[in-house]
């Protein structure tokens, strides 16, 4: 095929990978700013097939987490995380979330969780540097506590995290989802990619961010495990 193959270049060596995890809080804002965030209400939207989706995503501190996807009027996929349990619900119906499952939806409902990787027990390592849409990045190969491995990609000139990935084995086989971020944009002293673009899911999907709230207070309803 005609395609450029993307050439892995070594890494330094004298790099951590938690030295780019440090460089890319700093360039969305800095963990001062981001610990000033109680609660955050993000919201998302992108044209698809089936019409405009729209994703929300709610967190608050210490660890509440509600993310909901929807198709005008009808919810497709609902998560919620109140704390200890967690929930999954949409048009497969409902069910519990538990184990490992669990353990992986806490730590999403972690604030800017990147943040936390080593305390939180994450293995990190550096593979090496690719470009990403024309610029080089890190690359970081993460095993999460549960096992769970994924990758992401960290800009070297801007710091920011540009794109992620993780493969998932299925009974069709390994699936590899992953996801880019573009266009970081500040609202009120963070930065927050202004496009996430999926690609391998069920539907590919260029998500635009719509809007950042702050500290507004969020109902505690909107974390009620739906079971």
Excluded: C
């Amino acid at each position: 095929s005609n395609r450029p193959t993307n050439v892995v270049k070594p890494a330094p060596t004298e790099i951590l990978p938690k030295t780019i995890i440090k460089t890319y809080v700093n360039a969305i804002g800095g963990s001062k700013k981001l610990n000033s965030v109680k609660d955050i209400t993000i919201k998302r939207s992108a044209n698809s097939q089936y019409g405009k989706i729209n994703m929300v995503e709610q967190k608050r501190s210490p660890n509440k987490y509600n993310m909901s996807i929807s198709i005008g009027e009808m919810v497709v996929q609902k998560m919620i995380y109140d704390g200890e349990r967690g929930s999954q619900s949409g048009m497969q119906g409902k069910k519990e979330i538990t184990g490992d499952e669990l353990k992986e939806l806490k730590i999403e409902a972690i604030k800017t969780h990147e943040m936390y990787y080593e305390k939180l027990g994450y293995k990190l390592e550096l593979k090496g540097i690719e470009p990403i849409n024309g610029s080089d990045a890190y690359i970081i190969d993460l095993t999460s506590p549960t096992g769970k491995k994924s990758t992401e990609w960290y800009d070297i000139a801007t710091g920011y995290k540009v794109k992620s990935s993780q493969t998932t084995t299925t009974e069709q086989g390994s699936i590899t989802q992953s996801a880019e971020y573009l266009d970081y944009k500040e609202i009120n002293g963070i930065k927050y990619p202004t496009f996430i673009i999926l690609n391998g899911g069920p539907l590919p999907l260029k998500l635009e961010l719509t809007s950042v709230d702050v500290n507004k207070g969020i109902d505690n309803a909107n974390f009620k495990v739906d079971l």
